[in-house]
């Protein structure tokens, strides 16, 4: 007599056998036992004990994460004086009409900027934070910076073509971020005293 | 193994914000079932504790791309899933499992007398036994069979993982389960 295969057995499992396997496992006993059999491996299976790590593998995670962190502010100081150097250049080659004054302007921004960011430095953004909220407001103000970097640094491109206006949006834009940032450190500086 | 293990909202806040300590907190949450499951689908403690800490260097990593959509522990499972997976691709080359497999499974047949003391109720196969048996399948085998049996993936989830068919999951599966039948049998006989 034919019996059902592991196959055949599984699929009644999961409610998708052939008509041969349903119609079979309905009058066979011995059917009926191997698949109890193979419910009671898998519940045996759920119930396995847990294993711990033996060694703790969190330092190795940190240092890694800590050299990530690292690398990735010291991208983001390059980022941002690559974008000023490119619109330095943008300046020199293309004095618009009344492109004094928005240079003073720009310039003006760029040192705000560049003030702000080497305040912002005092902050170890490794520091413990204060609050979730806080922490998320930081997190996403920096993102903003990063987006605005590029935006820059792709208006500041030399064959794009330069629209002052929409630089110096850009450019007040990250300063406003900035402050935004600065704001946070400070009050959360506050808070826990430092 | 069921895992309904609850991360309060403001702790993924603070880990998405980089934050250390929060980051230290999911790992020290999450460090035992990640251990665990790739122990289940792996060999060595040693592999299992590797596929740990490259699972948390890629949360850590990507955990601003968690949208909070389904359950962390379900992103966090999926992440040491497929690095387990890469490292049994990488063990595979390094030696053929089939091979292995075989000559162990020999080993477990022949290897009665030693623990039948382990105190199998007849029918009911004793943990001590189950636990042994499952260990002496491949590693893609206990892969499929933890996933599927134990995780509750879907064979087509297990396909994606693994970069297989639908079928080759199933068939894993019955191949698995006729082994670990086989095996059980085995000792139940040498008792
Ligand atoms: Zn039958």
């Known amino acids: 007599m034919m019996h059902c295969t592991m196959d055949d057995l599984l699929a009644l499992k999961e409610n998708e056998a052939s008509a041969w396997a349903k119609q079979h496992f309905e009058t066979c006993p011995a059917c009926r036992a191997e698949l109890e059999a193979l419910y009671q491996r898998i519940a045996a299976l759920k119930a396995l004990p847990v294993h711990r790590p033996a060694r703790d593998r969190w330092p190795a995670v940190r240092d890694a994460l800590r050299v990530d962190q690292r690398r990735r502010r010291r991208r983001w100081g390059a980022w941002s004086l690559s974008a000023a150097a490119g619109i330095a250049l943008l300046l020199l080659i293309r004095p618009g009409p009344g492109g004094r004054v928005d240079a003073a302007e720009l310039e003006r921004m760029k040192q705000q900027s560049a003030t702000l960011e080497a305040e912002l430095e005092r902050y170890d953004p490794d520091a413990r934070v204060t609050s979730g909220r806080t922490a998320a407001l930081a997190a996403a103000l920096e993102d903003r910076i990063a987006v605005i970097d590029g935006e820059l640094a792709q208006v500041g491109t030399p064959p794009a073509p330069v629209r002052r206006a929409e630089l110096m949006k850009l450019w007040q834009e990250r300063v406003d971020a900035m402050q935004q940032l600065m704001t946070v450190h400070v009050t959360r500086a506050a808070y826990v005293g430092l | ?191």
């Not at chain 2, 122990?39 to 596929?51: F, H, I, K, N, S």
């Not at chain 2, 490292?87 to 080993?107: F, H, K, M, P, Y």
């Open chain 2, 1 to 191: 193994m069921t895992i309904s293990l609850a991360v309060p909202d403001i702790l993924v806040a603070r880990a998405r914000a980089g934050d250390l300590e929060a980051l230290e907190a999911l790992y020290r949450a999450f460090e035992t079932p990640v251990y665990n499951l790739a122990l289940r689908m792996l060999r060595t403690p040693e592999d299992a504790e590797d596929v740990l800490q490259e699972t948390f260097l890629e949360v850590v990593r990507s955990i601003k791309q968690y949208r909070g959509e389904g359950h962390l522990w379900g992103w966090i499972k999926r992440i040491a899933a497929s690095k387990a997976l890469m490292r049994i691709r990488r063990n595979q080359v390094r030696a053929t499992e089939e091979l292995d497999e075989e000559s162990t499974g020999r080993q477990v047949a022949y290897a009665g007398p030693e623990h039948t003391r382990s105190g199998s109720v007849a029918g009911v196969p004793a943990r001590i036994d189950l636990e042994r048996a499952f260990e002496q399948l491949s590693e893609t085998s206990r892969s499929v069979v933890w996933l599927h049996d134990v995780e509750g993936y879907t064979h087509e989830e297990i396909a994606e993982l693994m970069g297989k068919t639908v079928s080759f999951s199933k068939s894993q599966l019955a191949r698995a389960h006729a082994r670990l039948r086989r095996m059980l049998d085995a000792e139940g006989a040498a008792r």
